[in-house]
């Protein structure tokens, strides 16, 4: 019985399963499988049975399962507590980020971290998801939290990944005097008559080409790496848009009645997106990038 095993377990729990477990970690789905069969054997107990609704705990596993992660977080807070005891961080680290990750868990995680650790300063630029990953390969920045795409997915083995507690799915923003704003769910084919603003990035620029190949051609007024500039024109009338749930979350337009956000279903959309920090394993920041980190995930 190991953490690395414990670790294993909450990936799956958190995922309902254990093949998106496996890419979150970057380790081999059958190396996880083996893990935790050897785990099953030692506690001589099934935690995990496959079902339609994915990879879930048995009436075991219920019962043991938070007994496991309270031990991996009473483990975590352990070794933070020692590194904080014997180590005085300092410096700057350059941070790279992607916006939604910056509208949302970037300040109160930095903030927090800076309550604790005064002596560390930091520089935060906001970027697109493969340029993240690019100033990181080039020792431009420090850490960089990203979305995991298939470009993502195949870094650098001098890149350490390390998977955030975050998931998001997408979501059709609409005015709210659209005749569109009744559905309480929709895809991307029943608005084809629509005119569409979207975000800048060439990740979501992918996704609509996929789906054009595929089905159809969309009407596209304009793209922009402002969100506050799409939301306006969505609630005025403009057109409509595509933003990931963390783009959107206490959002004042929303909040207000202005405009409604759709779960998007189907092609190319029927999926969740995860997130995560990637760093240079050779940096001297290793340190302290790790202990940085672990404000993200509490």
Known sequence: MNFEQFEYVKAI???????????????????ISQSISMLEKELGIQLFQRSRNGTLPTEDGLWIIPKLMDILQKSNQLKMEIQSKNAT????????????????????ALVSFKKDFPL?????????????????????????FITLTNESQSLDNQLIF???????????????????????????????????????????????KEFEERY???????????????????????????????????????DSGRIKAIPLIGYPFNFSLSFGAIYDRNQTNYKLIQRMLAYFNA
């Open 13 to 31: 729990v958190e995922n309902k399963s254990m093949s998106i477990a496996s890419q979150q970690l970057h380790v081999t789905q059958s190396a």
């Open 162 to 208: 390390h998977p955030l507690k975050l998931q998001s799915n997408f979501y059709l923003l609409v005015s709210a005097k659209s005749v569109l704003a009744i559905h309480s769910e929709i895809q991307l084919q029943d608005v084809l008559s629509e005119s569409f603003i979207l975000y800048g990035e060439h990740y979501y620029r992918n996704l609509m």
């Open 120 to 144: 560390v300063h930091y520089s935060i630029s906001e970027m697109e998801n493969h340029n993240v990953i690019k100033a990181i390969m080039q020792k431009k920045a420090d850490v960089g």
């Open 89 to 108: 961080f300092s410096g700057k680290v350059e941070i790279a980020t992607i916006p939604s990750i910056f509208m949302t868990l970037l300040p109160d």
């Open 216 to 254: 159809s051609q969309i009407s596209t007024i304009f793209h922009s790496y402002n969100p506050e500039v799409i939301k306006k024109s969505v609630a005025a009338g403009l057109g409509v848009s595509i933003v990931s749930k963390m783009m959107i979350e206490d959002d004042p337009y929303i």
